[in-house]
Nanobody, 115 residues
Framework: QVQLVESGGGLVQAGGSLRLSCAAS????????MGWYRQAPGKQREFVAA???????NYADSVKGRFTISRDDAKNTVLLQMNSLKPEDTAVYLC?????????WGQGTQVSVSS
């Protein structure tokens, strides 16, 4: 069974914070580096952050120093703490395997940052 369920998005003012959560089915979570991606209206999906099974992290330059990715192995969950949010962070955020996402995608969670 494949499951990716994102949550935690919302509307915040610039400079605010949000914490996103992705609940993944165990077969996905335990076998893969997990990543967060985002897609803004009219733009291609882009990589945001990733974390290996061993906890090594990698970030897109645009979010370095502001976002922190982590994983809770007991809950098969990937988290994304987003601080100092900017209007350009507005997008639907999705999680998936990294660097090669599965063909299956969850619904994502909308993050909207007002100026």
């Amino acid at each position: 069974q494949v499951q990716l369920v994102e949550s935690g998005g919302g509307l915040v003012q610039a400079g605010g914070s949000l914490r996103l959560s992705c609940a993944a089915s165990r077969n996905i979570f335990s076998a893969n580096t997990m990543g967060w991606y985002r897609q803004a209206p009219g733009k291609q999906r882009e990589f945001v952050a990733a974390i290996t099974r061993g906890g090594t992290t990698n970030y897109a330059d645009s979010v370095k120093g502001r976002f922190t990715i982590s994983r809770d192995d007991a809950k098969n969950t990937v988290l994304l703490q987003m601080n100092s949010l900017k209007p350009e962070d507005t997008a639907v955020y999705l999680c998936n395997a990294h660097p090669v996402p599965l063909n299956y995608w969850g619904q994502g969670t909308q993050v909207s940052v007002s100026s």
